[in-house]
């Protein structure tokens, strides 16, 4: 499931409807133009308020989703903590994926494998 998720990340980028990095985010947010933001999990406590902030004052879902450094090797950049997504059908669709994954209690991602007794 995390492998999907971050395939529709790729997708959107190559779409040019994803923008990264902390001060492009937050300028792409304060032109009104984002319809989801991901903060990835082990962002710092600073990027995580400062972005959950910013998101309830303009009402846009923000989602915590995977690791930075996966996050920026799917980009072709070093590190990426957040990422906004600009178009509002990706957006939706990403958000579902990653709420499915959540659900499943999958932190990183992955089925459930059980162990039978041979």
Known sequence: MKDRVYSFIGLAMKAGKLVSGGESCERAIKRGNV????????ASDNTVKKFEDACKHRKIPLCRFGEKEAMGRLLGKK??????????????NLEKLID??????????????????I
């Open 35 to 42: 319809y989801l933001l991901i903060v990835s999990e082990d």
């Open 79 to 92: 590190i990426r903590s957040v990422v906004a997504v600009t178009d509002v059908g990706l957006a939706r």
């Open 100 to 117: 499915e994954q959540k659900g499943r209690g999958n932190k990183h991602g992955g089925e459930l494998i059980e162990q039978k007794d």
